[in-house]
């Protein structure tokens, strides 16, 4: 009888080991200055999501501090151009960006992602990935009407259209985060003020050194 698909992952999982470091996080942590840290920046497709996690990787950079950003439509152009829309294709896709940053994090950088990822439990999957310090979630909190209203890609005009099918706020659901460790209310406030709000708020979680410059 030949092994099922599960058998041969099981079997699989068994010759594998992880192999660590010559240089690990804490080494990294003391030369740079600075931690490395998840930050999962979520919320509605016009929400502000990459405008704002670029302006902080832009001020972290010109910080010196070594950072980077994930951006849910350049993952879909590669690491997963093989998943739709569906929940279960969210859900993986999710599930492949927890991983990459969870490398990211060992690597010494901020990893910045910038994706809807509009179920919690996708979200909570990915946090528990690492320690509760290294995951920093970011609402970007602006309501439908406001996304809409901007609509930078044209993309609720075609699900309104019905040419985009289970496109969330449309014709499916975005659940809000409970309780992240940052909100910032990119609807009504300007992209300096919610870039302060997420600097301020690194600066107090130790992630990044006092004096961090704001200009």
């Known amino acids: 009888m030949c092994p099922t698909p599960s058998e041969n992952r099981i079997e699989k999982d068994k010759n594998l080991t992880w192999h660590q470091a010559s240089i690990n996080r804490e080494d990294i942590t003391r030369q740079r200055g600075h931690k490395s840290a ?28 070594s950072s980077y950003v994930l951006d849910g439509d350049n993952i879909r152009h590669g690491l997963c151009k093989d998943l739709g829309f569906s929940d279960e294709d969210r859900a993986e896709n999710i599930r492949r960006i927890g991983e990459v940053a969870k490398l990211f994090l060992d690597s010494g ?65 975005y659940e809000e985060p409970i309780s992240p460790e940052i ?33």
């Open 109 to 173: 950088v901020i990893i910045l992602t910038a994706f809807v990822s509009p179920f919690r439990s996708d979200r909570d999957r990915a946090r528990k990935l690492v320690k509760t310090e290294d995951f920093i979630e970011i609402h970007c909190a602006a309501d439908l009407q406001q996304c809409e209203a901007r609509d930078p890609k044209g993309l609720y005009a075609k699900a309104r259209a019905g040419e985009i099918k289970e496109f969330t706020g449309i014709s499916s659901p």
């Open 38 to 65: 998840i930050l999962w920046f979520t919320g509605l497709s016009g929400s502000g999501k990459s405008t704002l996690a670029n302006a902080v990787n832009s001020k972290l950079f010109k910080n010196g501090i």
């Open 183 to 215: 909100k910032v209310e990119t609807g009504i406030q300007k992209l300096d003020d919610c870039v302060e709000g997420v600097i301020q708020k690194l600066i107090e979680l130790h992630v990044i050194p006092e004096g961090f410059d704001q200009k």
